[in-house]
């Protein structure tokens, strides 16, 4: 059985990475797409994963494939269309970490998984099911999330959620919301930023928003506060749980590397969504901020996925 299967975008994230000996811009090819950062954060955290998705029939596909094949990660249901091509993020960075992002994918190969192309055979053979929002942008892939949630629902996956906003790939944030909130419903586990409160939930305070995903059903939701660390609520309270200090060099992944450390120590916990506390949540969090405090101190969101030793050196 797989600990966590994923749904969602693969893709290339070219980093700033100064400019050139001409004065030009100079981008980093790194993999990337936050279900499949994910994936990789718990792989070398000791768990089995596997992805879903969908890639071109290009180098760049063939690239992410080989990534995710040389991180242990499954990818019997990763699908090479010849038709489309690989999505592309061209990600600038502030000089204190920050991100600003350009896509190319109009469409991308991972907006173009179909229903039909899903394994359900890798679903449900897994103990939690992942998707983020970004697979709720455009047709197919927003039917095949659907269907591949219905089909985890069914065979009693424990349900993941981290809603990923970005801008610029919807019509306005009206439509975002309607869209990034639709999921909610199937969900046992939420992750959301500071800034997606107000999206998901129509509060921008994090408590508030919180209680609101709690009140439609979740079991525990946490909302990460990016240097302040994460606040945490299940039904029996709300805490912050505090960031380990660190300069960072690139926040990209930072959030799906805390959702990763969080989700391992879930699974670790061999508990049932139901059955969290708060204290239990305040454990898996700052496992998961240990996990982030490290994954920012590297360029890029794949490669600088921490170990379990270097997390658990942290910890001590």
């Not at 499949?36 to 955290?45: H, I, K, Q, S, T």
Request: aromatic share 6%; with cysteine.
């Amino acid at each position: 059985m797989f600990s966590v299967t994923a749904l969602g975008e693969l893709l290339i994230d070219f980093t700033d990475a100064g400019t050139s000996a001409g004065g030009q811009k100079l981008f980093e090819r790194n993999p990337g797409g936050a279900p499949a950062n994910v994936l990789v954060a718990l792989e070398r955290l000791g768990m089995s994963t596997a992805f879903i998705g969908k890639v071109g029939c290009d180098m760049h596909g063939e690239f992410l494939r080989a990534t995710l094949i040389a991180n242990d990660v499954n990818c019997d249901g990763l699908v090479s269309d010849p038709d489309y091509f690989t999505t592309l993020a061209f990600v600038a960075l502030s000089e204190d970490g920050e991100r600003t992002f350009s896509f190319a994918r109009k469409p991308g190969a991972d907006t173009q998984l179909r229903p039909e192309e899903l394994d359900r055979s890798i679903i449900e053979d897994s103990r939690v099911f992942h998707v983020g929002s970004l697979s709720l942008t455009d047709e197919p892939v927003r039917s095949a999330t659907v269907a591949a949630l219905e089909m985890a629902k069914a065979a009693g996956c424990i349900m993941s959620y981290d809603p990923n906003y970005r801008a610029s790939l919807w019509a306005g944030p009206e439509v975002a919301a309607e869209q990034m909130r639709s999921l909610v419903r199937y969900m046992d586990l939420i992750k959301i930023s500071g800034e997606e409160c107000e999206l998901m939930s129509g509060h921008s305070d994090p408590s508030e928003a919180a209680q609101t995903l709690l009140a439609q059903g979740a079991k525990v939701v946490c909302v990460t506060l990016d240097a302040e660390g994460a606040l945490v609520a299940t039904e029996d309270g709300t805490a912050t749980v505090p960031s380990f200090k660190v300069d960072a060099v690139d926040t990209t992944g930072a959030g799906d590397s805390f959702w990763g450390g969080f989700l391992c120590a879930f699974v670790d916990s061999k508990l049932e969504p139901a059955d969290i506390t708060l204290e239990d949540a305040k454990s898996f969090a700052r496992f998961g901020n240990a996990v982030a405090s490290l994954c920012v101190r590297k360029r890029g969101a794949i490669p600088a996925m921490p170990t379990l030793a270097e997390v658990e050196r942290i910890l001590v």
